[in-house]
């Protein structure tokens, strides 16, 4: 979209300046009986209305929060969102959300939406001047994720991912008790081998023999045009196509949130591992059925010999997929093991061995061995607002502020890559064969058929914006 013309903010910036005023009003200066004012409001846009859309509601509590539009290219999606969400207040609603950010005036939009869409609906958002918060995983590929970073550095924009584990408390406590040497410097961390996605093969775009619905041209995106599959449509985090692995205990679905929780705790937040190999084959098999492990006196333990910290995310259903044992290494020589099934352990989070003992971190619950570390008066206790609160407020703050949140778009293309490398190094198969990473070029240093799995060809169309 061509923005030859001075746009909104250009206006808004102008005006503020002539009548002398912040373009951010604090809410003591013009608030009324608590609410935030007009001027503290931040509108915002939801694009993609299904089910994780719905977290909005988590963010009811958050001053300066509104949500006036959404958006969705299935019809009728965003006119049933509006109506379920909107508590009777007249949003707008659209098929194409470039329209709704110039009609609507949006300072912020949410991106909700499949994983192959996002990034290409992100940087458009950011080229028209609209801070994004980003549904996990943000992107398809390492080399889109990049662009991505690129664009918001590009446009300064103020960017959330949406690995919400930054932003609990309990959770930043014990990742600082990890980083601060609390159990010494950290020699293993265990985290989950968590399930890759699956591969479609029952069609083909040979197999698109008429014009398709043009809102399912727009959903396929970047990816493959094949004839419209309820199994592609409403499964989409189960294929590769559309996804690094969706589903719950996926490499993407649930290892996102794993692995941002072991950057976090390492303080590897802008690099990444500088080795990688492959212990066995990739095969299907069963990831365990979910119920907590080891009983003593009616507590669950955990890996610590703490209380099993995953037992609140185990009440799932057996799966099972592709799966294969990885390790890591970091240039400081912490190995990251990614071995753990899903009965045992953390599978939102990790276990980390020091010098001096463990802690296991997964959401909303910590455990250590030396027990004490954990019931430290300083651990402030599991959280009391819903978990995606805690996100939403620290994104709204940093649009005032103009700072970076905490989980700023580097943070998730650090995270997402982890995944990524698994599902790489899996793809190619080279079974005990170690693997150089250079995490500032992004890119093998020893093995140019991985460098071909950093990103994927576009279906013409559907190219990222240029930002250069």
């Known amino acids: ?22 373009a951010w009003l604090p809410g003591r200066v013009l608030g009324r009986d608590g609410t935030a004012p007009p001027s503290e409001t931040v509108r915002v846009g939801v694009i993609g209305c299904g089910g994780r ?12 929060f509104r949500v006036v539009a959404a958006c969705d290219i299935e019809p009728g999606r965003a006119e049933q969102f509006a109506k379920d969400m909107s508590a009777g207040e007249p949003w707008g609603v659209y098929q194409d959300f470039r329209e709704m950010i110039e009609k609507e005036a949006l300072d912020a939009v949410m991106v909700m939406t499949t994983t192959h869409t996002g990034g290409w609906i992100s940087i458009h958002a950011m080229q028209m001047e609209t801070d994004v918060f980003i549904e996990k995983p943000m992107c398809l590929t ?50 989950p081998n968590f399930v890759g996605p699956f591969r479609w093969t029952k069609t083909s775009s040979a197999d698109v023999t008429e014009p398709v619905e043009p809102w399912w041209d727009q959903w396929t995106n970047q990816a493959e045009l094949r004839p419209y599959d309820t199994a592609l449509h409403r499964g989409w985090a189960r294929w590769w ?3 690094g692995g969706g589903l719950v205990f996926g490499v993407t679905g649930w290892g996102t949130h794993s692995y941002d929780q072991v950057n976090r705790a390492l303080g590897t937040d802008d690099t990444g591992p500088v080795e990688l190999l492959l212990e066995e084959e990739v095969a299907d098999r069963d990831t365990g059925r979910f119920v907590g492990g080891t009983t003593v006196g009616g507590v669950l333990i955990g890996e610590t010999g703490d209380i ?3 037992v609140d995310y185990h009440r799932m259903a057996r799966l099972s997929g592709p799966r294969a044992k990885v390790r890591m290494w970091f240039e400081n020589g912490t190995e990251l093991r990614l071995h753990l099934d899903g009965d045992r352990g953390p599978g939102l989070g990790a276990i980390f061995t020091g010098e001096d003992g463990r802690i296991e971190i997964n959401r909303n619950r910590v455990a250590s061995n030396p027990l004490e570390l954990v019931r430290d008066p300083d651990n402030p206790g599991p959280i009391r607002r819903p ?58 240093t020893n093995c140019d058929e991985a460098n071909q799995h950093l990103d994927r060809p576009r279906r013409k169309g559907w190219e990222l914006p240029d930002i250069s």
């Open 241 to 243: 196509d559309y996804d």
């Open 142 to 191: 390492i080399a889109e994720g990049r662009a991505m970073v690129n664009a918001a550095r590009r446009y300064q924009r103020v960017t959330q991912v949406g690995t919400q584990q930054r932003s609990m408390p309990i959770n930043n406590w014990a990742s600082d008790l990890v980083k601060n040497g609390a159990i010494g410097k950290i020699r293993t961390v265990l985290a």
């Open 53 to 64: 859309a719905r977290v909005i509601r988590e963010g009811a509590d958050v001053a300066g």
């Open 308 to 310: 099993d910290t995953g």
């Open 1 to 22: 979209m061509s923005r030859n013309q001075w746009s909104r903010r250009d206006v808004l910036k102008a005006s503020a300046a002539a009548f002398a005023l912040p």
């Open 387 to 444: 978990e995606t609160a805690y996100h939403i407020e620290d994104w709204i703050e940093a649009i005032k502020s103009r700072g970076r949140c905490t989980a700023d778009v580097e943070i998730g293309q650090r995270s997402t890559t982890l995944c990524y490398l698994v599902n790489i190094v899996r793809d190619i198969g080279r079974v005990g064969e170690r693997l150089r990473w250079d995490p500032v070029a992004e890119r093998f």
